[in-house]
């Protein structure tokens, strides 16, 4: 399955893994690089040795592509984008901001670079910037969204540009590729599909909220600040939610209640922690290895399309007699 995605990456599968802050380091980057898709490590917010010491790592796992996320609004991006320019990551994600000040330095030292859009408008943008390709995230995802869906977004940010585009939100399984392609994308990013896999380095107590997980499970806090992120129902984002009723009364207590939320959840303290997860984690039932999951969606995908909409038919059926 090639397309602009594949070849612009050097990658087998159409398919990079999300930039989950705290949770994506060199494990499951390497990973999934190895499996043949694109391994990302999320290095906002943190210090420039781990980033240092997790490059290594994964380099010592997998000799594929491997990329690298940065958080624009975070106050160590410069250096951070000049570290990642030192070590010769292959392939740069941003977010939360515009890459402009970078843009060049990247370029002039071969890295590809995706920023993640949720609007065409700001795809645009990036475009007359000189992006290699764009991330359209629908709101389905985990972590921090925007407001329009998948299926809005993805189409509009392919009219809109002539960059390959790479779909996200809901996506984890093969008929969620093959969707994506349908939509107009060239690949898929996949976030939640991989918190639950072997080389995952969260606590077992998150990966077994996101396995037992129901389609309802999941909330969107922070539209009250401004930043909405979605995670798994808990008694930290009811809390959350609770004080978002009365942000003149409740910011100091919401920003007490935020500080270390994600370490907590990645930790284990699925009560009190924030298990930033995307809407499709009630697809998600089982343990793999990244490089089980990789070859699942792609065989998936790759039998729909061969097999056109009677194949979707069939396999939905096929789908039905097993529940």
Same mark, same amino acid.
């Given at each position: ?79 951070l984008a000049e570290l990642l320019t030192e070590l010769r990551i292959d392939v ?23 920023? *993640? #859009?949720? @609007?065409?408008?700001? &795809? $645009?943008?990036?475009?007359?910037? +000189? %992006?290699?390709? /764009? ?17 809005? *977004? #993805?189409? @509009?940010?392919?009219? &809109? $540009?002539?960059?390959?585009?790479? +779909? %996200?939100?809901? /996506? ?32 077992? %107590? ?94 998936e995908a790759e039998a729909l399309a061969s097999a056109g909409l009677a194949g ?12």
């Amino acid at each position: 399955m090639k397309t602009r995605i594949t070849e612009l990456l050097g990658i087998e599968a159409p398919i990079i893994q999300g930039a989950m802050a705290r949770i994506a380091d060199a494990s499951l980057a390497g990973a999934v690089s190895e499996a043949g898709g694109l391994g990302v490590i999320a290095c906002g917010g943190a210090p420039l040795d781990w980033v240092r010491e997790q490059v290594g790592i994964a380099r010592s796992i997998t000799d594929k592509p491997l990329g690298a996320n940065v958080m624009l609004m975070d106050p160590n991006a410069g250096a951070l984008a000049e570290l990642l320019t030192e070590l010769r990551i292959d392939v740069i994600t941003t977010g939360a901001g515009s890459p402009a000040n970078y843009m060049q330095m990247w370029k002039d030292a071969g890295i590809k670079v995706i920023p *993640v #859009v949720a @609007s065409a408008a700001l &795809a $645009v943008r990036m475009e007359r910037l +000189g %992006a290699d390709a /764009v991330v359209a995230e629908g709101t389905e995802s985990g972590g921090h969204i925007g407001e329009l869906t998948t299926m809005a *977004v #993805v189409p @509009s940010v392919c009219q &809109a $540009v002539s960059i390959p585009v790479i +779909g %996200a939100g809901g /996506v984890a399984d093969g008929r969620g590729l093959a969707a994506a392609f349908m939509l107009g994308a060239e690949g898929v990013q996949m976030g939640t599909r991989f918190l639950t896999v072997e080389e995952c380095t969260v606590a077992d %107590a998150y990966k077994e909220r996101v396995l037992a997980a129901k389609d309802s499970d999941t909330i969107v806090t922070g539209r009250g600040s401004g930043h909405p992120a979605r995670c798994l129902k808990n008694k930290f984002s009811r809390q959350v939610r609770k004080l978002e009723g009365d942000m003149a009364k409740n910011g100091e207590a919401l920003e007490e209640l935020y500080l270390g939320s994600l370490r907590r959840a990645v930790e284990g303290d699925v009560d009190n922690g924030s298990m930033m997860a995307g809407q499709v984690a009630a697809l998600v039932g089982e343990r793999k290895t990244a490089a089980e999951v990789v070859a699942e969606v792609m065989a998936e995908a790759e039998a729909l399309a061969s097999a056109g909409l009677a194949g979707v038919a069939e396999a939905n059926a096929r789908r039905a007699r097993m529940i």
